[in-house]
């Protein structure tokens, strides 16, 4: 009924809706979920009991003292049961649940349903290591809390205190586990991961306070003493304390510009470029970046582009346009290409957002235009020209992240097909980027202010072509695989007249063209394909004509008198295949004989008078008699 009693706890129908229903309800559908949720909690409690059983043979260290593998029992807890996805509600249940099963398991029970009685975990107690991972779980139950509920603290500003007090009481648990390490009879290994977790807390504590030379001293703390666990043992747990050492380095950076190293933000925007700083720090960083960009943006007034100096009056666009070179200098040193992928969207959001402010800006100037009678029409106006700018820089950059996203995909094609179930690389995927980064070179030809600009439009024009070149390839690819030899030879003969055309036209633009795409190399690829592509074609026609193919004739026959011979009948597997005769013919068959009983006509019975019984003739008497029953 325990169980019956939380379902209807958690239903969100109030007391007045269930009346009408409540003996039906709590009969049935109650009675049913009690019992799943019975089976549920038994199979949850029989697998953390296994799991139980094997960290205790993990836990306990081969001197005899007591262990506790504190980093490794948090980080397996922590994946499997809903921080992969971000979930601290999820885990923080767990927590609950599986601390619910210790204490019972140790007998350790804080008294009954009906009263509370509280006890303390004493160093003379530790006799096993489910003591310590009792005190473990607490501070985790806490921590994943105040991670929770800072989540929601986003859009509820109050949870911030609830937030500090469930960090304190995870603090004041983890202070405990350190104490109770202190017994004699716990290992080395499990006193020092009691430290770096107890300061590891303690740190984020003062992080939330903004107490960051205390923050930054217990971080350093924890650092170092994962730092040494992780040179001391097997490579697996060195892997998983890097792991954390990697984790806490950006907090420590963080406070030590906050304290006033001015070295650690540069540190820090390279940490955010390629990828780290995850989790908590993800906000935080980005909005120090902002401010200190903010602050170096006072200073910048305005910028040239094709040969015309803009003034920029936006702070947004001061901000975007300060960092831009930081962004790109950081995405061509990115570490792996999930990191350039991730900057290359980052800077295009920041892109759209500051096109979107320049937009609003410039409705407010087309009102001002409207009402001023010495507007002048045919000038592009400065804050045109800017929302120009913006959006070549914007497109610029779409056609570099699809472009480096082909590159990620050709060097797929070139490797060898492994997991057949797995969907690989294929050349339509290539030809859908190309697509993509044609549409952006038209959207560029087609940029206000830049109409009468004839060299751009030449390197526009110029870029397009090669590109052209490069997407008509893999369209040659993509019909190579279907083997239509001949329309794939006709492709490539397309790629060679691009190819050629970029050539011929790029040579009196080497000095102020970029980032052009090497044909050269196209072309070289091209004619071995061409090689390639004929050898495939006359080894197919050549296994085609060597292989005799039955003609099909054309024969009435169905199928059932013909078995003994086989022949090619594409009717079989049509919709009316020709199988048996239908309707069947007419066949002679002999008729069923009809029988007619005429002897009975002539058959003479014999008489049964002797044993017919003679009425007896009675009168009105025997009539009265026979009517009342005197007679019988």
């Known amino acids: ?67 506790l593998e504190i980093l490794q029992i948090i980080k397996e807890s922590q994946q499997l049961h809903g921080l992969r996805h971000g979930d601290y509600q999820r885990y923080r249940g767990y927590c609950s649940r599986r601390l619910r099963r210790l204490r019972k398991t140790l007998g350790f029970k804080m008294g009954n349903r009906h009263k509370f009685v509280g006890k303390k975990i004493t160093v003379e107690m530790i006799s096993d290591n489910r003591y310590l991972l009792l005190v473990l779980m607490e501070a985790e139950r806490a921590w994943s809390y105040a991670m929770q509920l800072k989540q929601e603290a986003n859009t509820e500003p109050r949870k911030r205190f ?42 984020m504590v003062e992080f939330e306070l903004q107490k960051w030379k205390c923050a930054m001293e217990a971080f350093n703390k924890c650092k170092t003493i994962y730092e040494k666990l992780a040179s001391a043992f097997t490579e697996e747990l060195e892997a998983l304390y890097r792991q954390r050492v990697d984790e806490i380095s950006p907090n420590i950076r963080y406070c030590a510009y906050n304290i006033g190293d001015q070295n650690a933000i540069n540190d820090l925007m390279q940490m955010r470029l390629t990828g780290g700083g995850g989790g908590m720090m993800a906000e935080k960083l980005e909005t120090l970046i902002t401010q200190a960009r903010t602050k170096q943006a006072a200073s910048m007034s305005e910028v040239e582009w094709r040969g015309r100096s803009v003034p920029i009056k936006i702070d947004k666009a001061r901000v975007f346009l300060l960092g831009l070179a930081d962004n790109e200098a950081a995405i061509a040193q990115a570490a792996n290409e999930e990191t350039k992928e991730h900057l290359y969207e980052t800077l295009l959001a920041e892109c759209r957002d500051t096109i979107q402010a320049v937009r609003e800006e410039l409705k407010t100037e087309a009102k001002q235009r409207e009402r001023s009678s010495d507007a002048e029409n045919g000038k592009v106006s400065n804050m045109q020209f800017l929302h120009s700018y913006l959006s070549y820089i914007k497109l610029c950059t779409l056609v570099k992240r699809n472009e480096s996203m082909a590159h990620t995909l050709q060097a797929k094609l070139k490797e060898p097909e492994g997991d057949e179930s797995k969907r690989g690389a294929r050349p339509q995927d290539l030809i859908r980027l190309y697509d993509i980064i044609l549409q952006s070179l038209a959207e560029l030809s087609s940029l206000q202010g830049l109409e009468d600009d004839h060299t751009f439009q030449k390197e526009v024009a110029l870029k397009t072509l090669a590109y052209k070149a490069y997407r008509c390839f893999y369209i040659a690819q993509s019909y190579v695989l279907v083997k239509k030899w001949s329309e794939a030879l006709v492709l490539y003969e397309r790629v060679l007249k691009y190819a050629k055309e970029v050539q011929s036209k790029a040579k009196g633009m080497n000095n102020s063209f970029k980032d052009l795409p090497d044909v050269q190399e196209l072309i070289a690829k091209v004619n071995a394909e061409k090689y390639s592509l004929q050898a495939a074609a006359i080894l197919d026609t050549g296994e085609t004509v060597d292989v005799t193919i039955p003609q099909p004739v054309k024969d009435n026959t169905p199928l059932c008198d013909r078995l003994e011979s086989f022949r090619l009948d594409p009717s079989l597997v049509g919709k009316h295949p020709n199988l048996v005769h239908f309707p069947p013919d007419f066949q002679p068959i002999p008729c069923k004989p009809l029988f007619f009983d005429l002897a009975l006509n002539h058959v003479a019975f014999p008489p049964l008078d002797d044993k017919v019984e003679q009425k007896v003739k009675g009168g009105l008497t025997g009539y009265i008699k026979g009517i009342f029953g005197f007679g019988s």
């Open 1 to 67: 009924m325990g169980k019956t009693r939380e379902i209807f706890q958690t239903l969100p129908l109030p007391a007045s809706a269930i009346g009408p229903f409540r003996v039906q309800f709590s009969v049935s559908a109650v009675c049913g979920c009690a019992r799943f949720c019975q089976d549920l909690e038994m199979a949850t409690v029989k697998q953390n009991e296994a799991k139980a059983s094997l960290d205790e043979n993990k836990e306990n260290s081969p001197g005899g003292g007591i262990g």
């Open 162 to 203: 609830h937030l500090l007090s469930r960090l304190r009481k995870a603090a004041k648990h983890s202070q405990k586990l350190e104490k109770l390490c202190e017994s004699p009879s716990v290992d080395a290994k499990t006193k020092l991961e009691a430290q770096a977790y107890t300061s590891y807390l303690t740190g």
